[in-house]
C-alpha cells in the first residue's frame, strides 16, 4: 500500500472513508461532508457500524467509533470496513482524517485498514483485494502532516500480516526449516542478521534440552539466532533480548493430546511475534540492540521419542526429569533462555510463548499471563501492552511455588504433575534457567494468540505480540 496525501476533493471521484464519532439517535442536526446528509435516525457513528451514501461519483463510507475508542478498537473498525466492503473500493480512496485525530489513531486505523487485506483462504483460489494492487494508492486528505505516522502505520500491518500467515498455513508448509528460511529471508531484506544451527551444531553446542523434544520428528530442529545492530550503536545502546517458542506442530508427544490437536499448528505463535517484532524493528530501525533466540522443531510421536521418567540435560548444564512430554515448549525455551543468555548478556529478557491451558483459564482470551519478579519492567510492559491493545497481566513468581518443579532424580522437573496454578509453575521452571537475571519477563500468550472472532469462521492467528514487543522497545 502506498501513501499520497491529497489537499482538497477538487474533481474526486472514488471512495471516501469518514470515521465519525458517535452523537445520539435523537440528534436534531444530521452528519455531514462532501455534500451528504445523513439523518441520525439513520446513522449516527454508534460503534461497530457504517453506513454507506453513493452521491457525486463517490462512495462515501461512513464508519461508527462510537462516543470514544481505544487502538485495539479503531484497527478492528478500518479492518472491518476493509475486509467486508471491498467491492466499494477502487483504485482511488481517500481517508478522510477527523480533526479529533491523535497520532495514535491514525496509525491504528491505517494499520486496520491493511489488516484488512489478510485472508485465510491461503489454499483457495481468491480475488486480490483491491489495496493489494500494485498500482494502489491510499489518499489521505487532512489539515495535519502524518507523514511519518503512516509509514509507520503500514510497516506495522506488514509485519502483522506476515506473522498472522505464519501462523495460519498447516504445519506440513510451515517446518522448523521453514520458518528458518523466513527468518533469512526478512534478515536479508531489514536489516538484521541471522545464523541457524541445525540438528549437529545443536548437538555440539549441547542444547540437549531442545534436541530431546525433537527427537520424534522426522523435520531437522532450527535453532534460529537473530542480531538487529543500529545504526547508531554506542556503549549505551540498550541491549534486548526476545525468546520465542517455536514448536510448529505439538501432538503432546508420547503424553498424547486428547483434544484440541487440530489447532496445534499454532503452538509456534510466539516464535511467530519474535520473527515479525525482528522485522518491524528493523524495518523501524529503533536505536536498540536486539539479539533474539527462536528454537523450533516439531513434537511428534516416534520410536525416538523422549519419554515420561527421562532424565535429559540442558543447555545450562542442569538435569531435567520429564513428568509430561506435552510439557514441551518450557523445554525449548529452557535452551534458548540459557543460551542468550551465557552468550549475550542482554540487559533485558523477554520470552514469548503459547505455554499452557492454565493461563487460558485463569484469563480466557482477553490477556496474555505476565511474570516477572521486576516491578519496572513489568509496568513497561504493560503500559506497551495497553497503548497497543493487546493487553497482559501479571500472576506472581513467588518462591511457595518452587517445590512445584523440584525433582528427587534431577536437578528440577518439567511438569508439577498437579491440575493447579499449570502457568506460574511453568514460569518458574523457566525462571530457573535464567541465572537470576534481574530484567527477565515471560509473556504466557495461550489464550491471545489464536482464536475466534469475526474476520474467520475458525480459529485463526491474532498476530499478538509483534506490535506490544516492539512498542516496549520503542519506549525505552
Known sequence: MQIKYIQNLDGYAGTLIIPVFET?????????????????????????????????????????????????????????????????????????????????????????????????????????????????????????????????????????????????????TVTPKYLSNWAQESGREFGFSTEILGEEACRIHGLDAFIAVGKGSDKEPQFIIMSYVPENETPKTKHIGLVGKGITFDTGGLNIKTAGMVHMKCDMAGAAAVLGAMQLISDLKLPVKVTAIVPCCENSVDSKSFLPSDVIKSYSGHTIEIIDTDAEGRLILADGLSFLIKNYKPEII????????????????????????????????????????????????WEVYKPDIESDIADVKNYSGKP???????????????????????????????????????????????????KFIENL
Request: hydrophobic residues 40%; proline residues 4%; contains cysteine.
Open 420 to 470: 493447579i496454578a499449570g502457568a506460574i509453575s511453568a514460569a518458574k521452571f523457566l525462571e530457573y534457567f535464567t541465572e537470576h537475571h534481574k530484567a527477565w519477563a515471560h509473556l504466557d500468550i495461550a489464550g491471545v494468540a489464536f482464536g475466534d472472532d469475526e474476520f474467520a469462521k475458525s480459529k485463526h492467528a491474532t498476530a499478538y505480540g509483534v506490535h506490544l514487543l516492539t
Open 24 to 172: 445520539t439517535s435523537k440528534s436534531v442536526i444530521p452528519i455531514e461532508y462532501h455534500g451528504v446528509s445523513v439523518p441520525s435516525k439513520v446513522f449516527f457513528g454508534k460503534k461497530d457500524t457504517h453506513y454507506l451514501v453513493e452521491k457525486y461519483e463517490c462512495t462515501h463510507v461512513f464508519v461508527g467509533l462510537g462516543k470514544s475508542t481505544d487502538y485495539k478498537s479503531l484497527k478492528n473498525s478500518f479492518r472491518r470496513i476493509a475486509a467486508q466492503q471491498k467491492e466499494v473500493f477502487s483504485t482511488n480512496v481517500v481517508f478522510v482524517v477527523p480533526e479529533e485525530f491523535v497520532s495514535d489513531q491514525v496509525e491504528s486505523a491505517i494499520s486496520g485498514l491493511l489488516l484488512g487485506t489478510y485472508n485465510l483462504g491461503h489454499y483457495k483460489k481468491k480475488d486480490k483485494h483491491p489495496f493489494l494492487a500494485a498500482d494502489f494508492q491510499l489518499a489521505i486528505l487532512s489539515t495535519t502532516d502524518y507523514t511519518e505516522i503512516t509509514k509507520k502505520a503500514v510497516k506495522i500491518a506488514y509485519a502483522q500480516l506476515e506473522v498472522l500467515a505464519m501462523v495460519d498455513l498447516p504445519p506440513n
Open 350 to 397: 523477554i520470552d514469548i510463548a503459547t505455554l499452557t491451558g492454565s493461563s487460558v483459564a485463569t484469563f480466557g482470551y482477553e490477556c496474555a499471563a505476565l511474570f516477572t519478579s521486576n516491578p519496572e519492567l513489568s509496568n513497561n510492559i504493560q503500559l506497551a501492552a495497553d497503548q497497543v491493545g493487546e493487553r497482559c497481566w501479571p500472576l506472581p513468581l
